[in-house]
């Protein structure tokens, strides 16, 4: 006959598995922290060389600016890419620390950094839109994020979104940013740094705008 | 409670249920596979089949005990005519004719009320409950009465296969069969069995005599007499070599209209003989089976499909608003990773780690029942098949039930 005590082994076996299973899914937590700081890091050294590069040319070859303009396309990717990646990992780790937060931030001081470096090479090309987007956890925010990713997928190279988490401001930066912008509700929307759109933007108002601006 | 924490505790419970029965095999193979006596003292047997409009198969089921190696005059055959609308009388005739089998007629009853009727005229020692659409193996009663021991055993069940499986329906419902005998034979080992199925199972009459025979107002009076025999400490065995085959539902309405009787049966008497859950005095039957039968139906499947539901709705509302964002263009259901390493870390550990041990187990428990009841292992995709197609179908079914008895939707047999 099948002894009562097999219950109990059966109850630690089960113990160990799942003991296992959370063993290494914080590995993996673990492991994905490390290639969003990767990637973080490779994201920052681009934009660092594209400023460098954008101010080599502004010295010494202006009428030639534009030569640079291929970089953008790739670091917008890269933005894209690692953005993907901290939402994709946040919301599939065991454990959601402090940790993926303080990446969070350095992604959003990245995207502030990168936006700036844009507006300042819009001098070579004023055709590029820039778009500030501040999203948080309601329904027009996710609408909002599909009509620009499409809208940035239209337009290569031509329209730049930059993603902030309203929600989470932990960044002086991005404090004052929404301040200055008047933030207080999402979606909200900061076009070529001066429209302000405080509600859902349908895809075809952002195509007409954008073609407007 | 986040959804991921209750993922992982459902799962958890899976696991142990499914590593019990793993374990107990694994442990008492010896004795389950084994379980072959010599027939030494063929007991007197009284096989009673209920017929009610069954003339397509009642033949089929007397022939297959008439053919049994069974000594002829150690088996009585009592077919109780349950007032058939249709020619199952004029087919039984021509057997009663010729002496070998015991005709009972009655006005439509009831199954309870035929079998107690079958009861009263019954001579063998042994009282057999079979169904009109079973049919038996040559050696099928020769097993189970061999088996039939100690002398005070309350039942034994014989080992049920679905009969002539050709659709996907069917060879479905035969996965659930074999892992039901490899269940049942489990628990025979952790002496948990709670059931007799009515497709052939045998009964010691003395005792069926002395409980009162089986409860005519009863859907399932089957189950309700084996959680007699239970309440009364009567053990209930279960063959894994004593095979009889019975018709099986051939549509998904059939199947439904089937599962819910058998459901709303159990709930009826889960909850007449409730006083035995977590009751000490009825041992692991008690405090493990019973148990885990109603964590089984009142937690895992409601809420297993609670989160099923729950992250479709989550998908579905996604693509609302997609569509409603960007029209409707064919959104980007998977985005490529863009490494080998940005692939692996992808994986959404935290959910199919869970789903994954949950399946291997489902899978490794239909394996060990194909090896148990020599079936073959050919139907691999079947049986993944089963876990993720049918399976669910049935918890639905259980969905429906619950709903159905706290609507109070009047019980039909």
Known sequence: MFKKINFLYVGILVMVIFGIGISVGLNYDTMRKQVIEKETKLFNAQIEDFIVTNEIIRELASKECKLIEPYLVDIARQSEELGNSLQNFENKGIVRGEDYEMLKNSYFLNEIHYWMTIENYKQCNPEITTILFFYGKNDDSIKQGFALTELRKENIGKVFVFNFDIDKIDTNAVRVLTSIYGIKQSPSLVINSKNLSTDFVSLDSLRNITKLE | ????????????????????????????????????????????????????????????????????????DKLEIIVVNDGSIDNTERILQKYVRKKLIKLIDQPNRGKGAALNNALKHAKGELFGVMDADTIVEKDTIAKLVANFTPRNLGAIMSAIKPFKVKSVLEKFQ?????????????????????????????????????LGGFDEHNITED???????????????????????????????????????WNRGFLQNIWRYRYMILNPKY???????????????????????????????????????????????????????????????????????????????????????QKLTNESYKNVLLSI?????????????????LLFEILRIKRKW
Not at chain 2, 186 to 209: F, Q
Not at chain 2, 386 to 399: E, K, S, V
């Open chain 2, 223 to 261: 189950l309700e007499i084996a959680l007699r025999l239970r309440s009364h400490g009567h053990r209930i065995k279960a063959s894994a070599s004593a095979f009889t085959y019975t018709v099986v539902p051939k549509t998904l309405g059939k199947l439904f209209r089937q599962r819910i009787r």
């Open chain 2, 283 to 369: 041992k692991t039957l008690g405090l493990y089976q019973l148990t885990i039968a109603l964590v089984a139906t009142f937690i895992l499947i409601p809420a297993g499909f609670a989160m099923v539901g729950y992250v479709s709705y989550k998908t579905l509302y996604s693509y609302y608003l997609y569509f409603n964002a960007v029209g409707f263009t064919p959104p980007e259901i998977i985005s490529m990773p863009t490494s080998a390493e940005a692939f692996l870390l992808s994986f959404n550990f935290k959910l199919y780690f869970p789903l994954a041990i949950t399946v291997f187990l489902a899978f490794m428990l239909i394996v060990l029942a």
């Open chain 2, 1 to 72: 409670m986040s959804l991921d924490i209750l993922i992982w505790i459902l799962a958890a419970i899976g696991t142990y249920i499914s590593l019990v029965w793993i374990i107990a095999y694994l442990r008492e193979k010896k004795y389950i596979e084994q379980e072959h006596r010599q027939l030494k003292n063929p007991l007197m047997v009284s096989i009673a089949i209920p017929a009610y409009n069954e003339e397509d198969n009642i033949e089929n089921a007397v022939n297959s005990l008439l053919n049994c190696d069974y000594p002829k």
């Open chain 2, 385 to 401: 098949l089963a876990i993720a197609i049918y399976y669910p179908f049935l918890g639905l079914i259980w969905l429906a039930t």
């Open chain 2, 174 to 210: 035969k996965v659930e069969y074999l892992l039901a005998i490899l269940a049942r034979k489990v628990m025979d080992r952790m002496d948990t069995n709670y059931v007799t199925p009515g497709a052939l199972s045998l009964y010691n009459k003395d005792i069926l005599g002395k």
